[in-house]
């Protein structure tokens, strides 16, 4: 789930501003600043499955004409997949409590921040 600032601190599933369900979607994001994600499944954010993506500066943009000769073109903005558990396949709470929770959400972030350099 996508979500507010408020809504993750207090884990609040009630209204979010985007569900993704299928375990294969992907999101692309493109403004600067928060943004804010944590599982659905009841039990799973309090565990620790949620995400800060603090996006700092985007690419720029391409001149309006390039200098003749000019093979530079700018980076593109980058889409992220995230994995979404759905309740017929996600783990039980006490597997995803404490520091396994903590090591699988270190993961993510550094595969997000991988795909983001390359």
């Not at 599933?13 to 569900?19: G, K, M, N």
């Amino acid at each position: 789930m996508r979500v507010t600032h408020l809504m993750y601190r207090a884990c609040n599933t009630s209204s979010p501003l985007a569900t993704y369900t299928t375990g294969n979607d992907s999101i692309k994001i493109t403004t600067k600043g928060h943004h804010f994600f944590f599982c659905g499944v009841p039990g799973h954010c309090q565990a620790g499955q949620k995400v800060d993506i603090n996006v700092l500066r985007l690419p720029e943009t391409a001149p309006a004409s390039a200098p003749s000769g000019s093979t530079l073109s700018p980076p593109p903005v980058p889409s992220v997949s995230v994995p979404v558990s759905s309740p017929s396949n996600a783990l039980t709470l006490k597997a995803s409590k404490g520091n396994f929770a903590k090591l699988g959400l270190a993961i993510t972030v550094l595969q997000f921040l991988y795909q983001v350099s390359h």
